[in-house]
């Protein structure tokens, strides 16, 4: 579980400083200012995660190094962008903390995170979808 976690956060730093980060200064440097300078960048990293996880088989450049795979029971862009909208409840003003606090609750308590619980997906190691994937060849047979 620890070792997930630092995955995950290590997945997250390396997409924020490939993505969200030069978006942002960019940004700053055309000279966008006050809501556009904050939404902007969130949407950006909201589309980069969205055709990432749909195109690179649930990963990200970041999750590709950090080797973590979002898996989904119903794969597709839809589902994997619900995904990813959901995490811009985390930069709300005044209540994102709040939506923060009560995604860390709810990985300590359910070991997925709030956007994971709402898309109904799952962060797994590569070895883990790996086994995953061989249970699943093997039910395939058996039936």
Same mark, same amino acid.
């Given at each position: 579980? &620890?070792?997930?976690? +630092? ?6 730093? /390396? ?6 980060? *030069?978006? =942002?200064?960019?940004? %700053? ?10 939404? $902007? *960048?969130?949407?950006? !990293? +909201?589309?980069?995660? %969205? ?7 649930? &990963? #990200?450049?970041? &999750?590709? !190094?950090?080797?973590? #795979? +979002?898996? #989904?029971?119903? *794969?597709?862009? /839809? =589902? +994997? ?11 709300? *003003?005044?209540?994102? /903390?709040? !939506? ?12 997925? %995170?709030? =956007?994971? $619980? /709402?898309?109904?997906?799952?962060? $797994? ?11 699943? =060849? ?6």
């Amino acid at each position: 579980m &620890k070792g997930k976690l +630092v995955l995950r956060i290590l997945a997250i730093l /390396i997409d924020g400083m490939l993505i969200y980060l *030069p978006s =942002h200064m960019l940004l %700053t440097i055309l000279g966008f200012e006050g809501f556009l300078l904050k939404i $902007l *960048p969130q949407f950006l !990293f +909201v589309v980069y995660n %969205t055709v990432s996880l749909s195109s690179f088989e649930g &990963k #990200t450049i970041g &999750k590709y !190094f950090s080797r973590l #795979t +979002v898996y #989904t029971e119903e *794969p597709g862009m /839809i =589902h +994997v962008g619900l995904r990813e909208a959901s995490k811009l409840l985390y930069f709300l *003003p005044n209540i994102g /903390i709040l !939506f923060l606090f009560l995604s860390g609750l709810s990985l300590l308590i359910f070991k997925l %995170t709030l =956007h994971d $619980l /709402i898309s109904q997906s799952q962060v $797994l190691l590569d070895v883990e979808r790996e086994i995953m994937e061989r249970e699943e =060849h093997i039910e395939k047979q058996l039936y």
